[in-house]
């Protein structure tokens, strides 16, 4: 909605428009998203680093993959079913 604001014209008040900031997570997963589709990764790579990563362990693997900062880094949330 815009809003009035006294300003220096000959009326008084002049409109003007405000936004709305987009929610810092959706802003940081488009940024990523962007990344990621230039990289390319499939999930056999993600899910292969994260192995590496981890040292192997499965638990340390579900952790990995199911993170906050892996959903931030590539701009999708993964599901593990099973």
């Known amino acids: 909605m815009a809003k009035r604001t006294a300003g220096k014209t000959k ?11 987009m929610p810092a997570l959706r802003r940081t997963a488009k940024r990523a998203r962007v990344a990621a589709q230039k990289a390319q990764l499939t ?3 993600v899910i292969a680093a994260a192995f590496d990563t981890a ?3 499965m ?3 579900l952790e990995l993959v199911t993170s906050p900062q892996m959903t931030r880094a590539l701009g999708r949330r993964i599901v593990v079913v099973g």
């Open 43 to 45: 999930v056999g790579e």
């Open 11 to 21: 009326g008084g008040t002049v409109r003007r428009q405000g936004r709305r900031v």
């Open 59 to 61: 638990n340390g693997v």
């Open 55 to 57: 040292g192997g362990e």
